[in-house]
């Protein structure tokens, strides 16, 4: 089983860019897909996007389409996210998750039970 940390949250103006990365440890990290999901203060936890085991397909939030693109590199273990464009409602704890669900599959879950395993989270913060 991996064991994921993100990085790369902060405070950045509206307008502005931030990229998230996600480092997993394990020799199995190719077999998960991949999504991220974030939690504002006071409500649910919701999907953002997720990527397939092979890195193949997609799939985002209709909040985040056009503005925020998933990517993974199984050599190097990690699962990135460039948030262009951000909004202050894109404010939230990102958690980055690993699923085995779909392993194998051409598609990636966007619900938080196709997930295994989660991240500590990092802070994002987009004033307006």
């Known amino acids: 089983q991996v064991q994921l940390v993100e990085s790369g949250g902060g405070l950045v103006q509206a307008g502005g860019s931030l990229r998230l990365s996600c480092a997993a440890s394990?020799?199995?990290?190719?077999?998960?897909?991949m999504g991220w999901f974030r939690q504002a203060p006071g409500k649910e936890r919701d999907f953002v996007a997720c990527i397939t085991w092979s890195g193949s397909g997609t799939d985002y939030a209709d909040s985040v389409k056009g503005r925020f693109t998933i990517s993974r590199d199984n050599a190097k273990n990690t699962v990135s996210l460039q948030m262009n464009n951000l909004k202050p409602e894109d404010t939230g704890v990102y958690y980055c998750a690993a699923g085995q669900r779909f392993h194998f599959s051409r598609s990636c879950g966007s619900a938080s039970s196709d997930y295994d395993v989660w991240g500590q989270g990092t802070q994002v913060t987009v004033s307006s």
């Open positions: 394990g020799r199995t990290f190719s077999t998960y897909a």
